[in-house]
């Protein structure tokens, strides 16, 4: 199949392209810390477990994570009260800072996308991808 058929390698290029931009925005934050972060602001008290699907990364991955927030104050993990082998994870107050300095930037880049389409043509931007994953999924 010829480079210029292949899908993937446009869907490649703009999430690179996304993932870099972001990256520079939301330092000195990383963007899988960003994400954990912007998890935990609408999931307080979430297990590593659970950040781990809402960001889409490996457990072990989220594992990493965690442990630098809490080394940069930015989380801290408590037992569960019911469920001691589980720890919850709270946004800590210089937590919560962090995220809103990382998120006005990463929504600025958001706005600029959104800009570039209408709404009916993000509707079907939305739509294609969601095909395109289930496409994959199908194999």
Sequence with gaps: MPPEERLGLDVKRAEQALIAAK???VKPLTVPQ???LFALSSTPG???AALARA???TPQAMTVVLKNLVDL???ERTPHPLHAHVLETHLTTAGRRALAAADQAAVAIERRIAAAFTPAERETLR???SRFVTAIDDV
């Design 23 to 25: 990256h520079a925005a």
């Design 34 to 36: 960003y994400a954990a």
């Design 46 to 48: 979430a297990s590593s």
């Design 55 to 57: 960001c889409l990364v």
């Design 73 to 75: 104050g930015y989380v």
């Design 127 to 129: 739509a294609l991808l």
